[in-house]
């Protein structure tokens, strides 16, 4: 258990609010990511950060914006909300330590845009 | 570029079948090799790994070995059990492992 939890858990809204998705991990991980899933696409990656401040671009990052003003929060911000962002989001971190490179996964947070 | 292709699914299979479920990768350098399982309302869980060419990941009676020369990492099992329906996914790691690829997930379905 990498000691990561989502919230909230589920969430329906409707098309042009902001929502903001929250992850939190308790291990002190440098590297923590935000992946969405849909039938199909398996998951594809939205945004990424490896360190306090510091997020970069994935796959599917139109539309998504990130925060991580500290280590153990990293936040997934959709500014306006559209249908097509309904989805599964997950979070993630990669473990760390020396020939450690896999990733550890959060419940995920089911998103309904009316 | 990276990419990771898995066979099409739904699988479904009789208990104490034998089971295959084939991934082929593409990769820039030299990547580590991954199969998670996710469970029905779940988040993905490592199922096993394998860090380069012909090493074996195995857990919970499933295996799979890192073929460099045929680009591949199929994940076997060799008596499935109920328990094990769920969707698996392949997945590749490059240099430093800041991002992974998945694969499309491939759901299996194990009927006593």
């Known amino acids: 258990d990498a000691g990561i939890t989502q919230s909230p858990r589920h969430k329906v809204t409707e098309t042009g609010t902001p929502v903001t998705l929250r992850c939190h991990q308790t291990?002190?991980?440098?590297?923590m990511y935000w992946y969405r899933q849909d039938p199909g696409h398996g998951l594809r990656l939205i945004h990424y950060s490896y360190g306090v401040k510091d997020t970069d671009k994935g796959e599917v990052s139109d539309g998504y914006s990130v925060s991580r003003s500290k280590t153990e929060d990293f936040l997934l911000t959709l500014e306006s909300a559209t249908s097509s962002q309904t989805s599964v989001y997950f979070c993630?971190?990669?473990?760390?330590?020396?020939?450690?490179?896999?990733?550890?996964f959060g419940p995920g947070t089911r998103l309904t845009v009316l | 570029g990276n990419s990771v292709t898995q066979m099409e699914g739904p699988v479904t299979l009789s208990e104490e079948a034998f089971l295959t479920i084939n991934c082929t990768y593409t990769a820039t350098g030299y990547p580590s090799l991954f199969w998670y399982v996710q469970y029905p309302g779940e988040g993905l869980q490592l199922l096993l790994k394998a860090t380069k060419a012909d090493d074996k990941g195995s857990n919970k009676g499933f295996e799979a070995t890192y073929r460099k020369e045929t680009t591949s990492f199929h994940l076997e099992k060799g008596s499935v059990q109920v328990s094990d329906s769920a969707v698996y996914f392949c997945a590749l790691s490059v240099n430093t492992g800041n991002q992974f690829y998945f694969g499309t997930g491939t759901s299996l379905t194990v009927i006593p």
């Open positions: 993630a971190i990669r473990a760390s330590g020396t020939g450690y490179n896999e990733q550890f």
């Open positions: 291990e002190n991980h440098r590297y």
